[in-house]
């Protein structure tokens, strides 16, 4: 696999399709439900030479981070973990909520380092921003953690651009985490240009429209009960009809590759920079491996203009976007 760097002033080097490990235990259908093949799926990922693999305290909560700790026991010289905090209340009683105190940030590493089986957190994001917290606070509390070795280097997720500039000026931002893909344009309006600008390396999460641009998901019906997918307003009524077209748009380019809807989807998003890092999830080998062959597709340039020109999907992103982009 291809490798580049996230970040230029403290580049971190990584395999440019990484695995999103959250569908393994927690919000998609059959999470937790076959944690072996999730291992194996994990094993496979390191052996096609995946590097980077991404979860979170919240993912579960904690069982993702667990997992992951188990599944790399006696690998964990050969990838990059990347974790997130937050969204976990660790100063009160464990509940959801946003946190970005320099104490709970330090609870939070504590107990994803015991997860984890690891001395050190190769890429620790806070995972939403606490409008309560200046971001000044926390990245301070995250220099700390550098310094002592916990954690190398550190990231922000669906971050505003004015919180990005302010937590660079404090400490340099390695990474940079936001939904983006072919049903998810909107990082292309301001985050992708100041990225580029600050040097930041850019990991897209759902960078398969959260497995709807694989071309299997035409129903609600296909999902289970508890699956996040069912709250999501994309695939609500009248927005998940309007946004078949983009699958049939992705489809019609893979066929002339000879390729797959998620692959072409993929190539697409690699060929939007070359500081982008994609971590599609996945608890299948079969599907890992479909989704790291993207990284051998060359799109024409007639193809990317096609894919590009497909417009964003109908919907909101989430049912709550409050806390997103602060």
């Not at 998810?184 to 990225?195: G, W």
């Not at 608890?283 to 060359?298: C, F, G, I, Y």
Request: charged share 20%.
């Amino acid at each position: 696999m291809k490798h580049i760097t996230l970040g230029t002033s403290t580049p971190l080097d990584v395999g440019r399709l990484g695995l999103g490990c959250m569908g393994m235990s927690a919000f998609y259908s059959g999470a937790g439900q076959d944690d072996a093949e999730s291992v194996r799926t994990i094993h496979r990922a390191i052996d096609i030479g995946v590097t980077l693999f991404d979860t979170a305290e919240m993912y579960g909560p904690y069982l993702n981070e667990e997992l992951l700790g188990k599944a790399l026991a006696g690998r964990r010289d050969r990838v990059v973990i990347a974790t997130k905090f937050g969204t976990i209340l660790h100063r009160g009683d464990g509940s959801r909520g946003l946190d970005g105190s320099p104490e709970n940030v330090r609870l939070a590493v504590e107990g994803s380092l015991a997860r984890l089986g690891t001395d050190h957190i190769d890429l620790y994001y806070q995972h939403r921003m606490d409008p309560a917290v200046p971001i000044e606070d926390t990245v301070g509390a995250l220099a700390e953690l550098i310094q002592e070795g916990l954690i190398v280097h550190y990231g922000l997720s669906e971050a505003a651009p004015a919180t990005i500039r302010r937590a660079h000026a404090v400490h340099p931002v390695t990474a940079l985490q936001t939904e983006y893909s072919l049903w998810s344009r909107d990082p292309e309006q301001e985050l992708l240009p100041l990225v580029t600008e600050l040097g930041i390396g850019f990991v897209p999460y759902s960078p398969l429209g959260r497995g709807f641009l694989t071309g299997t998901i035409r129903s609600l019906d296909q999902l289970d009960a508890g699956d996040f997918r069912r709250d999501n307003p994309r695939f609500a009524g009248e927005n998940l009809a309007a946004n078949i077209r983009i699958v049939e748009q992705v489809d019609a380019v893979a066929a002339e590759l000879e390729a797959t809807p998620a692959q072409v989807a993929l190539a697409w998003l690699l060929a939007q920079g070359e500081h982008i890092a994609p971590i599609p999830g996945t608890k299948r080998v079969s599907r890992l491996e479909e989704n790291v062959a993207a990284d051998a597709l060359q799109l024409s340039s007639e193809q990317l203009a096609t894919l590009s020109a497909i417009g964003a999907a109908a919907g909101d992103r989430y049912a709550d976007m409050t806390p997103l982009n602060r």
